[in-house]
Every structure is written in structure tokens, then in C-alpha cells.
């Protein structure tokens, strides 16, 4: 296994949260913190942010990287330069961000109405007690 296949099993596993290492096109190690994984036209991206220092990139900058294979089949990861790409794969990053810090909604309450049993002078209607309950979900990222 080469290194860069354990990086990208690394940066596919869920659970693996801890800084990733590539290495460029000197076979120079670079540190990577993983922020998504996100599918997009039928590819996954990556937006990772450099630990170390690169030449270009700002400290509060991430590169996006597509999963592809190279001309022997193997798995590779290829640094996004298209514009049009990088801006569709950050925009879907920051609606996922926006989803997941945007405060739940409390779901409507239910309020059934229960009649009565007539009676000579009128119907009544009475409220029954509303039912509430929150689903809580999590959404996996990193």
C-alpha cells in the first residue's frame, strides 16, 4: 500500500479524525486537517486545510482535492484548480455548515379536537392535550 492510498483510506474513514499526510510532487510530506468530504457531479472532493506551510496558501485557506485514479488504476487524489468546481464544492460545504449550526425548529404542535356527545343544548368541543417530540439527528463530518 502505497502512502498516499493509506491517506486516502485515512481521509475516508469517518471515524479517522486525526491530521492527514500527502505528499507533493518532491514527495515533501504535508500535513492536512480534514474539514468535509463532499460529493459532487458524481466525484468526491475534499476540502482539507494545511497543518504545515504552503507557499500561496493562507493560514485560513483549504484546498479541494478530487478522488480519482491514476493512468494504473490507483487511487489519487488531484488538487481542484477550476474555479467553477471549487466554488460549487465550498458552496455546498458551507450549506452543510449552515445546516448543521442553524438552530432546530421545534415542531408544530398537534392539536386534535375531541367531541363531546351531544346534548340537547349544544356540542362541545374540547382540546386534547398536544403531543410534542424532537427527533434529534447528527450528521457525520470532519
Given at each position: 500500500?502505497?502512502?498516499?492510498?493509506?491517506?486516502?483510506?485515512?481521509l475516508l474513514d469517518v471515524d479517522d479524525d486525526q491530521p492527514v499526510t500527502l505528499y507533493d510532487q518532491n514527495d515533501?510530506?504535508?500535513r492536512f486537517e480534514q474539514h468535509a468530504?463532499?460529493?459532487?457531479e458524481e466525484k468526491l472532493y475534499a476540502i482539507l486545510k494545511p497543518i504545515d506551510?504552503?507557499?500561496?496558501?493562507?493560514d485560513d485557506q483549504g484546498i479541494i482535492f478530487r478522488f480519482d485514479e491514476d493512468e494504473k488504476g490507483e487511487p489519487q487524489l488531484v488538487v481542484i484548480n477550476d474555479d467553477k468546481i471549487i466554488d460549487e464544492v465550498f458552496g455546498i460545504?458551507?450549506?452543510?455548515i449552515n445546516e448543521e449550526e442553524a438552530p432546530k425548529a421545534e415542531p408544530k404542535k398537534k392539536t386534535t379536537l375531541k367531541k363531546q356527545p351531544k346534548t340537547e343544548?349544544?356540542?362541545?368541543?374540547?382540546k386534547a392535550p398536544a403531543k410534542?417530540?424532537?427527533?434529534?439527528?447528527?450528521?457525520?463530518?470532519?
Amino acid at each position: 500500500m502505497s502512502k498516499e492510498e493509506n491517506s486516502i483510506e485515512r481521509l475516508l474513514d469517518v471515524d479517522d479524525d486525526q491530521p492527514v499526510t500527502l505528499y507533493d510532487q518532491n514527495d515533501n510530506p504535508i500535513r492536512f486537517e480534514q474539514h468535509a468530504l463532499i460529493p459532487f457531479e458524481e466525484k468526491l472532493y475534499a476540502i482539507l486545510k494545511p497543518i504545515d506551510k504552503i507557499d500561496g496558501v493562507d493560514d485560513d485557506q483549504g484546498i479541494i482535492f478530487r478522488f480519482d485514479e491514476d493512468e494504473k488504476g490507483e487511487p489519487q487524489l488531484v488538487v481542484i484548480n477550476d474555479d467553477k468546481i471549487i466554488d460549487e464544492v465550498f458552496g455546498i460545504y458551507l450549506k452543510m455548515i449552515n445546516e448543521e449550526e442553524a438552530p432546530k425548529a421545534e415542531p408544530k404542535k398537534k392539536t386534535t379536537l375531541k367531541k363531546q356527545p351531544k346534548t340537547e343544548t349544544k356540542t362541545a368541543a374540547k382540546k386534547a392535550p398536544a403531543k410534542t417530540g424532537t427527533k434529534k439527528t447528527t450528521k457525520s463530518s470532519k
